[in-house]
């Protein structure tokens, strides 16, 4: 079984900095491409960043130049800085991560439950 753990989210002002992390665990044999989406009430779950296990990464164009992701494979890590926060950023973050796992070999899209950020005064 995985489990996609989140942490990192809480409340910052316009202008502020937050950072993002997310572990992947358990029989992982191999992590393939990991991302992290984001989602509003009453509206669909989007694309902010993607990183592949060899570091290429794809960003949203909202948050191209603000946001960085980057990724411990050791670890089965991926983080998300984001800079210049705007109140448009407001969402929960989910973290998403498509693994392939030991016993049984299947691979699957796994997701965190989700963390909430919240830009504002």
């Known amino acids: 079984q995985i489990q996609i753990v989140e942490s990192g989210g809480g409340l910052v002002q316009p202008g502020g900095s937050l950072r993002l992390s997310c572990a992947a665990q358990g029989n992982i044999f191999v992590n393939y491409d990991m991302a992290w989406y984001r989602q509003v009430p009453g509206k669909r779950r989007d694309l902010v960043a993607l990183?592949?296990?060899?570091?290429?990464?794809t960003y949203a164009d909202s948050v191209e130049g603000r946001f960085t992701i980057s990724r411990d494979n050791g670890k089965q890590s991926i983080y998300l800085t984001m800079t210049r926060l705007e109140p448009e950023d407001t969402a929960i973050y989910f973290c998403?991560?498509?693994?392939?796992?030991?016993?049984?070999?299947?691979?699957?899209?796994?997701w965190g439950r989700g963390t909430q950020v919240t830009v504002a005064s």
């Open positions: 998403y991560a498509r693994i392939t796992t030991v016993e049984p070999i299947v691979t699957n899209d796994d």
């Open positions: 990183i592949t296990k060899e570091h290429t990464t």
